[in-house]
């Protein structure tokens, strides 16, 4: 009975891997599923405390990637602290607007995140006295660097399920 859990809890996380492509929180449904299925398997040792505190580190870990690189993005190429602001709000704003506008699965949230951090960082750093052609490449830089940070949580978010199966059928 307990392969069947196993089971069942490999492929929910994979649903949940899949939403951290929506920028969603994928990798905290698969900290918060694995955990109420440990409590609730608590006798039968399926996972161990410390598996349970690694994969919660991993996720908290994965949003601090996702959050700051954008911002880094901007910082790097030369641009603001005004200019990550943008990114970060626009991000944000590019999400909600790709998810809608965009209606392919995954893609629209992704095309979103990553324009609205560009345009975001752009319009910031043009309102605070930049030109408009170094504000298109710091946008450029905010929306590539939203992107490494949106995969970056992802793969994160691979080595926690991996980690997930191995202590679901070898405890």
Known sequence: MICI???LLLAINGVWLLLTLLTLPGNWLMVATTALLA???WDRGMFSP????AIAALAAAG?????IAS?????KAGGTRLGGLGALVGGLAGLVAGTFLIPIPL???LVGTCAGACVG??????AGGRGA?????LGLAAGAGRLAGTLGKFVIGVLIYLIVAAAAFWP
Do not use: P
């Not at 911002?71 to 910082?75: I, L, N, Y």
């Not at 052609?133 to 490449?137: D, E, G, I, P, V």
């Open 39 to 41: 409590w609730w398997q």
């Open 107 to 109: 893609v629209g949230s």
């Open 50 to 53: 410390w598996v349970l505190v």
């Open 133 to 137: 052609k170094q504000s298109a490449r």
């Open 63 to 67: 949003e601090v990637v996702e959050f």
């Open 71 to 75: 911002a880094v993005g901007v910082r």
């Open 5 to 7: 859990w196993a089971i």
């Open 121 to 126: 960082a752009m319009t910031f750093e043009a």
